[in-house]
C-alpha cells in the first residue's frame, strides 16, 4: 500500500474516532490533509473503501496478537495479554465500534467477512479451552453448551464494550480500559479449577 493511500487511512481514522462517523466525509478528510477531493478519490473513490480499509486492518492486527504462540505454563497469561492486546486494538478502531451495528448493515462485505471470522474465532476459542480442560486449569462442562456460549460472551464484550463505556461514561477514553478489561478478564474466572484460579491470581497484577 502506498504511503499516501497508508495517511488518508490513518487521517480517517482520527477524525472518525473524533468526530464519529456520520460527520466525516470524503471532502472532510481531504481538507485535513490538504489535498483535493480528486487526489483522494484517486486512492479511494468511496467512503466505504475507507472503513472497509480500516476494518481489515483491525482485523489484522488482532489476528497477529492471537498468533503467538502459547507455553503450557502461562496459557492463562497468554489470555490476559491477549484480552489487553485485543481490547487496546478496538479501543484504537473505536468509531467501528461505536457504529457496529450501522456498518454491519450498510456494508455487506464487512458483514459476510465478519459473521465468517466469527466462526473461526469460535473455533479458536473452543480448541483453546479443551487445552485448558486437559491441563488441568478449567473444568469440565456442566451445562449444555456452556463453552459455546462462554465464546459467545467473550464475542458480545468484545463487539460492545466501547459503546457501553461512551454510554455510561460520556465519552469512551484510553481511562476506560482497565476497568473493562478487568471485567472481560474475570469472565473466565468462574470456570477455573483450584489450579486455573492460582495460576489466574499470578497474571492478576497484568490485568490492567
Known amino acids: 500500500m502506498s504511503k499516501t493511500k497508508e495517511l488518508i487511512l490513518d487521517t480517517a481514522l482520527e477524525l472518525f474516532n473524533t468526530q464519529g462517523l456520520a460527520k466525516v466525509k ?5 481538507i485535513e490533509m490538504g489535498i483535493s477531493q480528486g487526489n483522494l478519490n484517486y486512492h479511494f473513490k468511496k467512503r466505504e473503501d475507507i472503513i472497509e480499509a480500516l476494518y481489515y486492518r ?5 489476528s497477529n496478537h492471537m498468533a503467538k504462540p502459547i507455553s503450557e505454563d502461562s496459557m492463562l497469561g497468554y489470555l490476559v495479554a491477549t484480552n489487553r492486546s485485543v481490547i487496546y486494538e478496538l479501543f484504537e478502531f473505536r468509531f467501528i ?3 457496529f451495528t450501522q456498518i454491519m448493515r450498510e456494508n455487506h462485505r464487512i ?22 480442560i486437559k491441563t488441568g486449569y ?17 464475542q458480545m464484550f468484545g463487539d460492545f464494550w466501547v459503546s457501553s463505556a461512551e ?6 477514553t484510553a481511562s476506560s480500559i482497565p476497568k473493562y478489561l478487568e471485567i472481560i478478564n474475570q469472565t473466565i474466572y468462574p470456570y477455573l ?3 486455573g484460579q492460582v495460576e489466574y491470581q499470578r497474571f492478576s497484577g497484568n490485568l490492567k
Open 167 to 172: 454510554i455510561a461514561e460520556n465519552l469512551v
Open 111 to 132: 458483514r459476510a467477512h465478519f459473521q465468517e471470522l466469527q466462526k473461526m474465532r469460535e473455533q479458536q476459542f473452543l480448541d483453546f479451552f479443551n487445552v485448558l
Open 193 to 195: 479449577t483450584e489450579k
Open 138 to 154: 478449567m473444568r469440565e462442562e456442566r451445562l449444555p453448551n456452556e463453552y459455546e456460549n462462554l465464546y459467545i460472551r467473550f
Open 26 to 30: 470524503l471532502r472532510t478528510i481531504a
Open 58 to 62: 483491525l482485523v489484522a492486527n488482532i
Open 97 to 99: 465500534m461505536l457504529d
